[in-house]
């Protein structure tokens, strides 16, 4: 039991703190942090994923003190002081779920909030569609095996109501969109993974301290379904159809054009090399193997900007686009 203590309290302590530089950002970390569905985060606003009637067991860790759960929907289960079950609601849709902490002084920044979105099960999608949003057909076998590439169990339902709801404290539902549908008929349809909002906090949080104050990152391309991916020549097993991958770049005034990174008065690959630098040093980092996955960094073309690619899959993949 004691192992079990001191080695919570070693995740607490690496919860997100203060930039190596001085940097205006604010991470919206509470005093806390969360343990849910394999990931443990500190940040005031979290997500996850399930299926209906799915059970989540949650686990607050953080100095000592009382901490509580509040819900309006499921079923909470207490299993200890800080600990509990949430079974997710049949109905699919968004449920918040809030925690509050110990310290009473402030308790908006001593409480997270864990917007839950339970998905519409894949069983739903028929003849590559789901309620009219074509998804197309995922590989019929994983790759090498690996059931990672497993097609996904559910898809979130993103509506006009939802859709600014944020994933993670500086990033939104909406960012992670398919390209592919730019109309704005409702519902669409996405897969999200929680270790990938989590890794773009660590990434934005980097690119803050080393002196570039953004709000959040431009996803020039997050989730893709099948049947965009097939279309634009991408590989057959590419993560952005599991909601694992992101291409980003950085964006301050937000004109969908990557700023000069490393002032050189140009534009081009040598800014995205700059940021996959940036990336990889902060993959480098004890406390980050988690986050390890794919990243290339690609140039402009008359499409799009330079950007970096990165990805969750859990193994180190590296590459020039």
């Known amino acids: 039991m004691r192992i079990a203590c001191v080695a919570l309290m070693a995740v607490w302590l690496q919860m997100p703190g203060p930039p190596d530089k001085p940097s205006k950002f604010d991470t919206k970390a509470a005093g806390f942090a969360l343990r849910f569905n394999g990931e443990i985060a500190g940040y005031r606003d979290l997500s996850s994923f399930v299926l209906p009637n799915a059970t989540i067991a949650l686990d607050a860790v953080g100095p000592p003190g009382d901490y509580t759960l509040q819900t309006a929907a499921g079923v909470v289960t207490p299993r200890g002081p800080h600990q509990w079950q949430w079974r997710a609601p049949r109905e699919p849709g968004l449920y918040d779920l809030r925690f509050d902490g110990p310290a009473a002084k402030d308790r908006e920044k001593d409480a997270i909030t864990l917007h839950v979105f339970v998905m519409l099960p894949a069983t739903e999608v028929h003849a590559g569609f789901l309620n009219g949003f074509r998804i197309g057909q995922y590989p019929s076998t994983p790759l090498r095996g690996n059931p990672l590439y497993l097609p996904p169990a559910g898809f979130v339902e993103v509506t006009k109501d939802n859709q600014d709801t944020k994933v993670s404290p500086h990033f939104r539902l909406k960012q992670f969109l398919c390209k592919e549908d730019t109309t704005k008929r409702f519902p669409k349809y996405l897969v999200l993974k929680e270790r990938l909002a989590l890794k773009l906090e660590t990434i934005l949080e980097r690119v803050n301290a080393l002196g570039f104050h953004v709000d959040t990152l431009h996803v020039m391309s997050g989730f893709r379904t099948p049947y965009y991916n097939h279309a634009i020549g991408d590989v057959l097993y590419s993560q952005h159809q599991w909601g694992s991958a992101a291409d980003i770049?950085?964006?301050k005034a937000d004109r969908g054009q990557m700023d000069d990174l490393n002032h050189d008065g140009r534009v081009?690959?040598?800014?995205?090399?700059?940021?996959?630098?940036?990336?990889?040093?902060?993959?480098?980092?004890?406390?980050?193997?988690?986050f390890q996955?794919?990243?290339?960094?690609?140039?402009a073309t008359a499409a799009h900007p330079p950007f970096v690619h990165v990805d969750v899959r859990g193994s180190k993949a590296r590459w020039v686009g």
């Open 249 to 251: 770049f950085v964006d």
């Open 268 to 290: 081009d690959v040598n800014d995205s090399r700059f940021l996959y630098d940036a990336i990889e040093h902060l993959l480098e980092e004890p406390g980050s193997a988690k």
């Open 293 to 299: 996955g794919g990243m290339g960094f690609y140039p």
